[in-house]
């Protein structure tokens, strides 16, 4: 079992900087890939980026490509998204995931946070 609880999230003005935490809790949590993925209202939840077990290897949609960042630290249990200029069109609850493989697609992950909400002002 795995639990993920997410943090850092807020009401920002465009251009500004968050950075998301993924706390986990779990023996695998280390060993996993971590995708980042983000719902906004009335729309489907999208891949937003993810990370390999190591954190060597990274991914990104086009939309967030150069803008944001995803680091882990295993020895913390902690997966970050730093998230630099930020756009009104980023808005929404961010949701960090645990899956068996890399994946762009939701329905590949099997644990999910809670999500924490990014409001972007324009």
């Known amino acids: 079992q795995v639990q993920l609880v997410e943090s850092g999230g807020g009401l920002v003005q465009a251009g500004g900087s968050l950075r998301l935490a993924c706390a986990g809790s779990?023996?695998?949590?280390?060993?996993?890939?971590i995708g980042w993925f983000r719902q906004a209202p009335g729309k489907e939840r999208e891949f937003v980026g993810g990370v390999n077990w190591s954190g060597g290897s990274t991914e990104y949609a086009d939309s967030v490509k150069g803008r944001f960042t995803i680091s882990r630290d295993n020895a913390k249990n902690t997966v970050y998204l730093q998230m630099n200029s930020l756009k009104p069109e980023d808005t929404g609850v961010y949701y960090c995931?645990?899956?068996?493989?890399?994946?762009?697609?939701?329905?590949?992950?099997?644990?999910w946070g809670q999500g924490t909400q990014v409001t972007v002002s324009s």
């Open positions: 779990g023996r695998t949590f280390s060993r996993n890939p």
């Open positions: 995931a645990v899956g068996q493989f890399a994946s762009t697609r939701a329905n590949e992950y099997d644990y």
